[in-house]
Structure formats: C-alpha cells, structure tokens
C-alpha cells in the first residue's frame, strides 16, 4: 500500500542551549556561577573531598569559597566537570 509509512517519525519541536559560566578563574574569594539554576553543584579537591555541594537555586550563585586552601578543585555539575585554580 503506498499510503503506509515504513520508518520512524521524529519530531524536534524545541531545542533550548545553556550557556554555563563560572568565573574567575583561577579565584581568591567567591566563584560566579551563571546559568545553572536547578543544577547540583559539587566541588572537590585532587583527592576527592568533598568541600561544597548543593543545589543551585538562583540563575547567578555567587558561591563563597575563602575558606578552601589553595590549590586545585575540581567542579561538577551535574554531568560536566571543569577544573577551578584557588589561589
């Protein structure tokens, strides 16, 4: 019958793109998160400790990271990773 589709229909009716931004890097004080509201936000140091994790209620964090010694850390979130300097 030539009035039958054979295959599979696809349909994309909307397609949304983030632009996540964390800045400074490398940081002394505070990192800025933008775009990443609802996101799960963890970092971590070359070992693995966990030193902040939550959940990000706002569309800019301004996340205070003073406290953390100098070095390298480790940002997830959700499933990307990027690497953060403290100095």
């Not at 998160?33 to 996101?39: C, E, M, P, T």
């Not at 070992?47 to 569309?59: A, R, S």
């Not at 003073?66 to 997830?76: H, V």
């Amino acid at each position: 019958n030539s009035d039958c589709f054979n295959g599979i229909l696809t349909s994309l009716a909307h397609v949304e793109t983030h632009q996540l931004k964390i800045f400074p890097n490398p940081a002394h004080e505070q990192i800025n998160v933008i775009d990443a509201q609802g996101s799960f936000i963890r970092i971590a140091d070359a070992m693995g400790k966990i030193h902040l994790q939550k959940i990000l209620l706002h569309d800019t964090e301004l996340l205070d990271i003073s406290t953390l010694p100098a070095g390298l850390y480790f940002i997830s979130i959700n499933e990307h990773q990027t690497k953060l300097l403290k100095q």
